[in-house]
């Protein structure tokens, strides 16, 4: 039998209790004959609490000092595992990132895995050991410790699942698997047996912070079968993969939204000369993730364009636009905060034209308004207020049969 990759969250090891719990649960997957590769996360709400540590020193901290810190969650959580493997009676060793041979790019904060050296955790599974390996961080090429961005221990544990060959990659998480929409917000939510990699995709983008949108990337592009299921029972998960079924013909497969998205609006008094490319170099080269953009130029219409980004660049990107302004050549620069994204995903949309006139039918009978709007050929996105991002969400699982009984009645 071949290798799996098992990856527990947060709150599935949050106590020593719980640790427990997964110990006996990753021996029960060694006798039946596997090897096993274990990547874990900071106990329960460790990382939060690191942040919030370094937050009552300075409200801008180094990079390089917050990836040295937040990387010490991880690390309390392999050698506690590792411990509790031991105390049944099996046999395991934990690393931290660099020891497990994840090489990432020289970026602080959300750097990306380029290469996984695979000599010790293939010499130790050899031996029989149960291999348990901190999620979420790395090194880089000058041997510094780098973190790959909130929810990257998923990342981690389908990296490794590649670079292993492993036969799956499980991920074990507080919910059974994935749902139409997040569970904890729209009650109606349904799991889903079977969803492909390109939606699951859009809706780990899209905020469903079920999976970090790395890992599903990962695991697509290096077809790793790869299934969510929960980490307190038995229940059958959610398999991620390339081909499935068109389930009860629904054109619509989930609803995901994310909160926190700030619209900035440049306007210029002179046709754009080329600045529009300059205002989203200059913005990707201090990594700023620019995500929704509408642009308008019409005669008699002062020139002007609008694009989304999360919150947390707020303050970065308007001191970017602030120092450059000259270089930029633009007027004036607009914001308006307390904004959320709702977006719908599936790959029946693309044949099926109409979805997001619906969409909007739906949103205007609710009377909340849409301040933006991005599609693809899977999703649409709409920018909405954030204090009735709820509403949306819960109001297009409705109108696209998602809940339960609705499912029925669209078979
Ligand atoms: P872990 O600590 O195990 O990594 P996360 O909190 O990162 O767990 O992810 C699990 C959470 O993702 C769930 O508790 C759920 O609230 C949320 N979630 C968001 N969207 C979905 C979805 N479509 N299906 C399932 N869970 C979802
Ligand atoms: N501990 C990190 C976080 O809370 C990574 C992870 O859990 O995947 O974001
Ligand atoms: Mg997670």
């Not at 995500?291 to 308008?296: F, L, R």
């Amino acid at each position: 039998m071949g290798c799996i990759v098992m990856k527990f969250g947060g709150t599935s090891v949050g106590t020593t209790e719980k640790i427990l719990n997964v110990a006996k649960r990753i021996l029960d997957e060694k006798k039946r004959g596997h090897e096993v590769v274990v990547v874990v996360s900071a106990m329960g709400k460790t990382t939060d609490e690191l942040l919030s540590l370094a937050n009552e020193i300075t409200h801008e901290p180094s990079k390089r000092e917050m990836d040295m810190l937040l990387s010490t969650g991880e690390q309390i959580t392999i050698s506690l595992l590792s411990l509790a493997i031991m105390q049944l009676g099996g046999e395991a060793i934990s690393y931290t990132g660099w020891q497990a041979g994840i090489l990432t790019e020289s970026v602080h904060r959300n750097a990306r895995i380029i290469d996984i050296d695979r000599t010790k955790v293939e010499r130790q599974l050899k031996e029989g050991k149960v291999v348990i390996v901190a999620g979420f961080q790395g090194v880089d090429q000058y041997g510094e410790i780098t973190t790959l961005g909130r929810g990257g221990s998923d990342t981690t544990a389908v990296a490794l699942a590649s670079a292993l060959s492993a036969e799956r990659c499980d991920i074990y998480t507080d919910v059974d698997g994935i749902y139409t929409s997040d569970p904890r917000s729209v009650k109606t939510a349904r799991k889903l047996s079977e969803i492909a990699y390109d939606e699951m995709l859009e809706l780990a983008h899209l905020g469903a912070g079920v999976l970090h949108p790395r890992s599903v990337e990962f695991a697509k592009n290096y077809d790793v079968p790869l299934v969510v299921r929960s980490s307190m029972s038995a229940e059958e998960g959610t398999m991620i993969k390339e081909e499935v079924q068109m389930e009860n013909n629904l054109i619509v497969r989930g609803v995901a939204f994310e909160s926190d998205i700030v619209r900035i609006t440049v306007t210029y008094e002179v046709p754009f000369n080329g600045s529009l490319a300059k205002i989203f170099t200059t913005l990707a080269n201090h990594h700023i993730d620019v995500d929704i953009i509408v642009q308008s130029i019409m005669d008699g219409i002062t020139p002007s364009v609008s694009f989304s980004i999360k919150k947390e660049d707020f303050a970065e990107t308007i001191r970017i636009l602030n120092s450059e302004k000259e270089v930029l050549g633009y007027t004036d620069a607009d914001f308006e905060v307390g904004l959320s994204k709702v977006s719908i995903v599936g790959s029946g949309m693309v044949s099926n034209p109409g979805v997001a006139a619906r969409m909007f039918d739906r949103l205007r009978q609710e009377g909340i308004p849409i301040k933006m709007v991005s599609t693809s050929e899977i999703k649409v996105s709409v920018v909405v207020p954030q204090s009735e991002m709820l509403q949306a969400a819960n109001a297009l699982h409705d109108e696209y049969g998602l809940s339960p009984e609705d499912a029925e009645v669209s078979l």
